[in-house]
């Protein structure tokens, strides 16, 4: 069975880049795609982008520009970038896999969540 | 941008049956999944494609999406059933996709 284990630092400083990596055990990284999504203390979820079994990559319009998403197969890893942070990018950051039925995609598999804190 | 509507809370007693809903333009016509969600936990996937369960989720849990409106709704509540559930779809096309998820309504078991 596929896991997802968030990683990365907890702390960064305002108007620096924030990286977390997802590690993905159990299971091929190359036949789904693997999405963000993050959750502000105490608010509702938020999705971040995607990137695609082929190396496509969406994100959420409002998160665009300042956001990379990229995947080391041969590591089966999936990493986030997200630059000139603010303290509203303070978040709990899942990593989770989409699966497709059909026409049907929805997020089977989500890792624990890493809190990542923006302050100086 | 495509908006869920979600109540912020839901209160029922263990043995009641509690409805949770999500609103959205035109629903019906979306395909609507649902998360439970326990403080400090991942969100776990209940409900996919409106109605239907994944492996090991229990048959209390069960969706119906028309018009307006998908609910989920959870028969014979437990204790353990106290989380916060999240409704999302698929929105957007493949040039542009957008992953819309509802604000989450926390259910209170009392």
């Known amino acids: 069975q596929v896991q997802l284990q968030e990683s990365g630092p907890g702390l960064v400083k305002p108007s620096e880049t924030l990286s977390l990596t997802c590690s993905v055990s159990?299971?091929?990284?190359?036949?789904?795609?693997w999405s963000w999504i993050r959750q502000p203390p105490g608010k509702g979820l938020e999705w971040i982008g995607f990137i695609s079994n082929i190396g496509d990559t969406h994100y959420n319009p409002s998160l665009k520009s300042r956001v990379t998403i990229s995947a080391d197969t041969f590591k089966k890893q999936f990493s986030l970038k997200m630059t000139s942070v603010t303290a509203a990018d303070t978040a709990v950051y899942f990593c989770?896999?989409?699966?497709?039925?059909?026409?049907?995609?929805?997020?089977?598999?989500w890792g624990p969540g890493t809190m990542v804190t923006v302050s100086s | 941008s495509y908006v869920l509507t979600q109540p912020p809370s839901v209160s029922v007693a263990p043995g009641q049956t509690a409805s949770l809903t999500c609103g959205g333009n035109?629903?019906?016509?979306?395909?609507v999944h649902w998360y439970q969600q326990k403080p400090g936990q991942a969100p776990v996937l209940v409900v996919y494609d409106d109605s239907d369960r994944p492996s090991g989720i229990p048959e209390r849990f069960s969706g119906s999406n028309s018009g307006n409106t998908a609910t989920l709704t959870i028969t014979r509540v437990e204790a353990g059933d106290e989380a916060a559930y999240y409704c999302?779809?698929?929105?957007?096309?493949?040039?542009?996709?957008?992953?819309?998820f509802g604000g989450g309504t926390k259910l209170t078991v009392l």
């Open positions: 989770a896999r989409r699966l497709k039925r059909g026409i049907v995609k929805m997020f089977d598999t």
């Open positions: 035109n629903i019906g016509s979306e395909s």
């Open positions: 999302q779809v698929w929105a957007g096309t493949d040039v542009q996709p957008d992953v819309v």
């Open positions: 159990g299971g091929s990284i190359n036949d789904f795609h």
